[in-house]
Nanobody
Framework: QVQLVESGGGLVQVGGPLRLSCTAS????????MGWFRQAPGKEREFVSA????????YYADSVKGRFTASRDNNKNTVYRQMNSLKPEDTAVYYC?????????????????WGQGTQVTVSS
């Protein structure tokens, strides 16, 4: 059974940093590309970032480019996202997702597995 478990969410002040983690089990993690999406209250879920299976390629939404950094440790079956300079509009539930054969990392319908999400709240 595949499981993706996000952690690291919480309450942070504007401008502060936060690092999210997503640990996978039940799959060959090193063969999966990983994505991060978020959903704010009353809004549709949107793409945030993605990282290829090797970590050699990363993708970011324009809204987070330069502030968020994706990385992974295949030995720990974990993907990370460092978030800096957080803004109130970054408040959302953040989800990680896994895809074996990535076509367009920005499209959520292409992902095979999803985590349960972790709440990030940025207070001003």
């Amino acid at each position: 059974q595949v499981q993706l478990v996000e952690s690291g969410g919480g309450l942070v002040q504007v401008g502060g940093p936060l690092r999210l983690s997503c640990t996978a089990s039940g799959l060959t993690f090193s063969t999966y590309s990983m994505g991060w999406f978020r959903q704010a209250p009353g809004k549709e879920r949107e793409f945030v970032s993605a990282i290829s299976w090797s970590g050699g390629s990363t993708y970011y939404a324009d809204s987070v480019k330069g502030r968020f950094t994706a990385s992974r440790d295949n030995n720990k079956n974990t993907v990370y996202r460092q978030m800096n300079s957080l803004k109130p509009e970054d408040t959302a539930v953040y989800y990680c997702a896994a895809v074996l054969s990535i076509v367009d990392p920005r499209k959520e319908y292409g992902y095979d597995y999803w985590g349960q999400g972790t709440q990030v709240t940025v207070s001003s």
